[in-house]
């Protein structure tokens, strides 16, 4: 199994930032994708951002310009840097990572508990 532990959420007013670290443990051969989704009160859950062990990364438009996704793969760690926060930011993210315990195994998604992000203005 893997294991995804999200910190670094909370709140922050309007124009902040903050900077969410996911890391992944457990049985792990390799990580294929790594990513954030978020769900907002009464909004269905909605991809932020992705980036593959290669490094390339698709954001969410509404976060392009303001968000910036990073992973450090000898640690399976993947990082958002938030900043110029809006108010519409305000959900609760996830960590998703998409990761093979061995090469008799398939890639399988995993998902972390997640962490609160609130933007007040």
């Known amino acids: 199994q893997v294991q995804l532990v999200e910190s670094g959420g909370g709140l922050v007013q309007a124009g902040g930032s903050l900077r969410l670290s996911c890391a992944a443990s457990g049985t792990i051969f390799r990580v294929n994708i790594m990513g954030w989704y978020r769900q907002a009160p009464g909004k269905q859950r909605e991809l932020v951002a992705t980036?593959?062990?290669?490094?390339?990364i698709n954001y969410v438009d509404s976060v392009k310009g303001r968000f910036t996704i990073s992973r450090d793969n000898a640690k399976n760690t993947v990082y958002l840097q938030m900043n110029s926060l809006k108010p519409e930011d305000t959900a609760h993210c996830c960590?998703?990572?998409?990761?093979?315990?061995?090469?008799?195994?398939?890639?399988?998604?995993?998902w972390g508990q997640g962490t609160q992000v609130t933007v007040y203005s």
């Open positions: 980036i593959s062990s290669r490094g390339n």
């Open positions: 960590c998703y990572a998409n990761s093979q315990r061995s090469t008799a195994y398939p890639l399988t998604d995993y």
